[in-house]
């Protein structure tokens, strides 16, 4: 009897251990908490009909998609441009400030491993855009003054920073297709990673 309550006894945290191994992992994969990169970008944009603009933005990831390195996010960002343009109908030129506050649903596929220091990534986005200006032109301002949907698709780099790689820096190049505010963007964003993203560098 002594013999069997000590080998009881014995198989007791075998078997603790080995449920505690088998447990799943309660992580979560997606959704606020399994975010894992805080980011901030700011770049410029060729506008259709328009010249240079500005913009800044932010992007949250959310989490993985499938693998690893399929990443969903959300960002919001806003830009600024400049009009020129000659209203034949009103026979006035007009110059002014056009505005787009957008928000974004972003696919990110990361062509290299998170453990990776460079890690260059292709994009795909749905899109809102909020856009407004203040010409004084019924035609000008009928058209940026509405809210249209768009679609984007980029790529770029992603570089961690440092010796943990806790920070990244992001360069992207994208295209974005919507109505009257067609346009080519380049931006330059910091993020800090977390979690699944920020997995010591080479392993």
């Given at each position: 009897?002594?013999?069997?309550?000590?080998?009881?006894?014995?198989?007791?945290?075998?078997?603790?251990?080995?449920?505690?191994?088998?447990?799943?992992?309660?992580?979560?994969?997606?959704?606020?908490?399994?975010?894992?990169?805080?980011?901030?970008?700011?770049?410029?944009?060729?506008?259709?009909?328009?010249?240079?603009?500005q913009f800044l933005g932010?992007?949250?990831?959310?989490?993985?998609?499938?693998?690893?390195?399929?990443?969903?996010?959300?960002?919001?960002?806003?830009?600024?441009?400049?009009?020129?343009?000659?209203?034949?109908?009103?026979?006035?030129?007009?110059?002014?400030?056009?505005?787009?506050?957008?928000?974004?649903?972003?696919?990110?596929?990361?062509?290299?491993?998170?453990?990776?220091?460079?890690?260059?990534?292709?994009?795909?986005?749905?899109?809102?855009?909020?856009?407004?200006?203040?010409?004084?032109?019924?035609?000008?301002?009928?058209?940026?003054?509405?809210?249209?949907?768009?679609?984007?698709?980029?790529?770029?780099?992603r570089i961690r920073l440092g010796r943990h790689?806790?920070?990244?820096?992001?360069?992207?190049?994208?295209?974005?297709?919507?109505?009257?505010?067609?346009?080519?963007?380049?931006?330059?964003?910091?993020?800090?990673?977390?979690?699944?993203?920020?997995?010591?560098?080479?392993?």
């Amino acid at each position: 009897m002594s013999i069997g309550l000590v080998t009881g006894s014995a198989l007791l945290p075998v078997g603790s251990m080995s449920q505690e191994s088998v447990r799943p992992d309660t992580q979560p994969v997606r959704g606020i908490g399994a975010s894992a990169a805080l980011g901030i970008k700011a770049g410029g944009a060729e506008l259709q009909r328009a010249g240079g603009s500005q913009f800044l933005g932010v992007e949250l990831d959310l989490g993985r998609l499938a693998a690893r390195t399929t990443r969903f996010q959300l960002e919001s960002t806003f830009l600024r441009g400049g009009l020129l343009e000659f209203v034949e109908l009103e026979d006035h030129t007009y110059i002014g400030d056009i505005y787009d506050l957008t928000g974004a649903i972003v696919a990110v596929q990361l062509l290299r491993p998170p453990s990776r220091r460079v890690q260059p990534f292709v994009s795909a986005a749905l899109s809102v855009h909020a856009m407004s200006s203040s010409f004084g032109s019924t035609i000008l301002d009928r058209r940026y003054n509405t809210n249209n949907f768009g679609v984007q698709a980029g790529f770029g780099l992603r570089i961690r920073l440092g010796r943990h790689g806790h920070r990244a820096l992001a360069i992207e190049v994208r295209r974005v297709s919507v109505q009257d505010m067609n346009r080519v963007s380049l931006s330059l964003g910091l993020l800090r990673l977390m979690r699944d993203l920020a997995i010591p560098l080479g392993s």
